[in-house]
C-alpha cells in the first residue's frame, strides 16, 4: 500500500533505496516543482505564506521546517540520489519509469510515462502523504495551495 504519512514515505523509501535504485526523486533544480513541495509540505505544518496585509512571507516556523523536510529526503534520510539537486528537466520521471527510483510526487505524469513505454498499469497513484500525529494538529492539505485573492 502506499505510504499514508510522510514518516511512511521515509521509511518506504529507506526499503527501496538498494544498490542504484533510490526510494524517489526529486528535482533539485526545478523552481516550480519545489514550490510545489514547499507549499504542501508547509501548508502540512501551518505555514502562512502571506502575512495580515497580503504581503508574501516565508520564513514563518512552517515555512522554514516544510523546507528542511523536503530537503532531509535527500541530505539526512538518503531517500534520493545526491545527483537529483540538479535535476530540473523532469529527470526524475525519467528515472521512476525506467525503475532507478520507486517513487515519486509529481502531477499529470502520465503522458511522460507513457512515452518511456510505461503501461498505465505498471505503476499507481495516490494521495499525497501527510504529516503524522494526532489528527487535527496540523492542515492536511495534500495539493498545491499557493495564492490569495
Do not use: C
Not at 78 to 91: M, R, V
Not at 99 to 105: A, E, I, N, R, Y
Not at 106 to 125: I, L, N, P, R, S
Amino acid at each position: 500500500k502506499p505510504p499514508v504519512t510522510w514518516d511512511e514515505f521515509v521509511e518506504d523509501g529507506k526499503k527501496l533505496t538498494k544498490g542504484n535504485t533510490w526510494g524517489t526523486a526529486l528535482e533539485g533544480s526545478n523552481l516550480s516543482n519545489n514550490i510545489h513541495q514547499a507549499f504542501v509540505l508547509g501548508k502540512q505544518r501551518g505555514a502562512d505564506f502571506f502575512d495580515a496585509d497580503g504581503k508574501p512571507t516565508f520564513t514563518s516556523d512552517g515555512a522554514v521546517a516544510a523546507v528542511k523536510q523536503y530537503v532531509d529526503w535527500m541530505g539526512k534520510d538518503k531517500i534520493i540520489a545526491p545527483g537529483n539537486a540538479e535535476y530540473n528537466q523532469n529527470q526524475s520521471l525519467n528515472d521512476f519509469a525506467s525503475g532507478k527510483v520507486g517513487m515519486v510526487l509529481w502531477q499529470a505524469a502520465d503522458t511522460t510515462f507513457q512515452a518511456h513505454g510505461m503501461k498505465a498499469e505498471d505503476y499507481g497513484v495516490a494521495p499525497v502523504p501527510v504529516q503524522s500525529g494526532t489528527p487535527g494538529t496540523d492542515k492536511q492539505t495534500n495539493s498545491m495551495v499557493a495564492g490569495i485573492n
